[in-house]
C-alpha cells in the first residue's frame, strides 16, 4: 500500500518559499548526496517508464491483459526491489522521511511483488494485477519525477499539480488491485498450504500464510484511509497553500 509516500523533496513547501527551502536543503544534504538521489530518482523514471512503454506494447500487440505480467516481470522486480535503497536515504539521514514510514511503504509493495504475484503464478493473469500495475506505473513515473525535478530546483507545475491530483483516483485503483489479487490468492494458498508452517516440528512454531494474507487484507481498513487522508492534506498544503494544523492525539 505504498502508493502515497510522504514527500521527501521540496513536498509541502509554499510557493514564496520552494526556492530557498530548495537551496537550504541542498546545502544540508551535500553536494554529493544530491548528486546521488538526483541519479536514483532519475533512473528510477526511466526505469518505470520503461515498464509502462512495454505494458502498452504488450497490449497493443496481443489484444489481452494474459501474459502481461509475465513479460514485464523482470523490469518490475529489478526497479520496485531497487527501491529499497529508499529505507537506506532515511537510515543515513540524506532523505528527511521517518524509516518507519518509508519502510512499510516500500515493504508492502515488495510483499504483493514477490510474496504474492510472483510466488502465486496461479493469479498472474488476473486482471486485479493489471489494475494495481497501472496504477503503480503511473504513480511513480509521477513521482520520481516530481523529485528529480525538486532536485534540479526546477520543478514544472504540471508535475506538482499531476503528483498531487493523479494520486486521488490512483491511490484507491493500486489498493483495490492489490486487495482483489491477495483475495484470488487465497483459495491457492489454503489448498497447497504454502509458506506455511505446520506442527509439530523441531522448533515447535507453526505460520499460516492463509491467515497472514487475511490479517494483511484487514489491515488495510485502517492504514488506507490515514495515508489517503494525508496526502489530501499535503495536496492543500503545497497547490493552495494551507496552513494544516497537526493535532496532538
Not at 502515497?4 to 546545502?27: P, V, Y
Not at 504474492?116 to 506505473?137: D, R
Not at 511513480?140 to 486521488?168: C, G, M, Q
Not at 489479487?181 to 508452517?197: D, E, H
Request: net charge positive; hydrophobic share 45%.
Amino acid at each position: 500500500m505504498a502508493s502515497s509516500e510522504e514527500d521527501s523533496t521540496n513536498g509541502g513547501a509554499s510557493e514564496a518559499g520552494e526556492e530557498r527551502e530548495a537551496a537550504g536543503k541542498m546545502r544540508r544534504r551535500g553536494l554529493l548526496a544530491t548528486a546521488w538521489l538526483t541519479f536514483y530518482n532519475i533512473a528510477m523514471t526511466a526505469g518505470w517508464l520503461v515498464l509502462a512503454i512495454a505494458m502498452v506494447r504488450f497490449y497493443m500487440e496481443k489484444g489481452t491483459h494474459k501474459g502481461l505480467y509475465k513479460s514485464i516481470q523482470k523490469t518490475l522486480k529489478f526497479f520496485q526491489t531497487f527501491a529499497l535503497l529508499e529505507i537506506v536515504h532515511c537510515l543515513i539521514g540524506i532523505v528527511p522521511t521517518s524509516v518507519l514510514v518509508a519502510g512499510v511503504q516500500v515493504s508492502s509493495r515488495i510483499f504483493m511483488v514477490w510474496l504474492v504475484t510472483h510466488s502465486i503464478k496461479p493469479i498472474q493473469n488476473e486482471e486485479s494485477v493489471v489494475l494495481f500495475l497501472v496504477a503503480w506505473t503511473v504513480t511513480e513515473i509521477t513521482r520520481y519525477s516530481f523529485y528529480t525535478f525538486s532536485l534540479l530546483d526546477h520543478l514544472p507545475y504540471f508535475v506538482k499539480w499531476a503528483r498531487y491530483n493523479f494520486f486521488i483516483i490512483l491511490y484507491p485503483v493500486g489498493v483495490a488491485g492489490e486487495l482483489l489479487t491477495i483475495y484470488a490468492a487465497l483459495p491457492y494458498v489454503k489448498k497447497t498450504g504454502m509458506l506455511s508452517i505446520r506442527l509439530p516440528n523441531k522448533y515447535n512454531v507453526s505460520f499460516d500464510y492463509y491467515y497472514f494474507l487475511l490479517i494483511t487484507m484487514a489491515s488495510y481498513i485502517p492504514l488506507f484511509p490515514q495515508l489517503y487522508f494525508h496526502m489530501l492534506r499535503q495536496r492543500r498544503k503545497v497547490l493552495h497553500g494551507e496552513v494544516i494544523v497537526e493535532k496532538d492525539d
